[in-house]
């Protein structure tokens, strides 16, 4: 268990009708699932004021609406959430990179001066899911693949999860695959390597109950028919 936290995380739905938190109210760490389509007229309303402008032209860049939407949707929820963890206006989060553990080079995950709070954002199909904590944390929320996918892609997993997998019947094939690909990003996301470590080296597994991995805490997040997602959190030395 992860000191400080309740576990499993709670869930909440960030379809939100205001602007949640305000200067100098922190938000309690936890999960946050925001529904782009729900989020529409928050991000409308907002977007333009509190995104930098790195944010505004990769959203831009974006070809198809919905990818857009899903965006700045994510990109609005993580600047109000911040904003409210850190006591200051959503447009002025300070973020930065943070030193890549592998080089040492500024271009690790994303993180806020100081390590106030550690964060992770990961969106697809309409949904992001944000994660928030005193210790480094990683999300990932996938869209249950075609089959096809499922099983090219599996061979990229874990000796042992890739037999799993095969093991599976092809119609449950792609949400198990799904299941343990969303485990493993969350878990990159965590260490701050994202998919610059080789799937295959972590053994996490493609049943109900995550294998254990030391040092960290792993649990599948239910949000919804058609998507899997997890989060990885760093547990807490205790004195």
């Known amino acids: 268990m992860a000191g400080g936290l309740r576990w499993p995380l709670e869930l909440r739905d960030g379809a939100w009708e205001r602007p949640l938190g305000t200067p100098g109210r922190a938000a309690e760490p936890g999960l946050w699932l925001v529904r782009a389509e729900a989020f529409r007229t928050v991000v409308a309303r907002l977007a333009d004021s509190v995104l930098d402008v790195a944010e505004k032209q990769r959203a831009a860049a974006l070809r198809r609406a919905r990818d857009r939407d899903t965006y700045l949707a ?17 447009a002025d989060v300070p973020f930065q990179r943070l030193p890549c553990p592998s080089c040492g080079e500024l271009h690790g995950r994303p993180g806020v001066r100081g390590d106030p709070v550690h964060f992770s954002l990961s969106h697809s199909g309409g949904l992001c899911l944000l994660a928030f904590a005193p ?13 096809e996918v499922a099983q090219e892609v599996g061979m990229s997993l874990h000796p042992q999860e890739t037999a799993e ?29 994202g998919l610059g470590r080789a799937m295959s080296l972590d053994y996490l597994g493609t049943a109900s109950a995550v294998a254990k991995v030391p ?14 997602a997890a989060v ?4 807490c030395v205790q004195d």
């Open 232 to 235: 990885a959190v760093q547990d």
């Open 215 to 228: 040092g960290w805490t792993i649990e599948d997040v239910a949000v919804g028919d058609g998507y899997a």
């Open 135 to 147: 210790v480094p944390v990683g999300v990932d929320i996938e869209a249950v693949p075609a089959l």
């Open 74 to 90: 994510g990109h609005v929820g993580l600047r109000l959430l911040l904003g409210a963890y850190l006591g200051v206006p959503p």
């Open 165 to 193: 997998l095969r093991a599976v019947r092809a119609v449950d094939r792609p949400a198990v695959f799904a299941r343990v690909w969303a485990r493993k990003e969350a878990y990159l996301k965590g260490l701050g390597v």
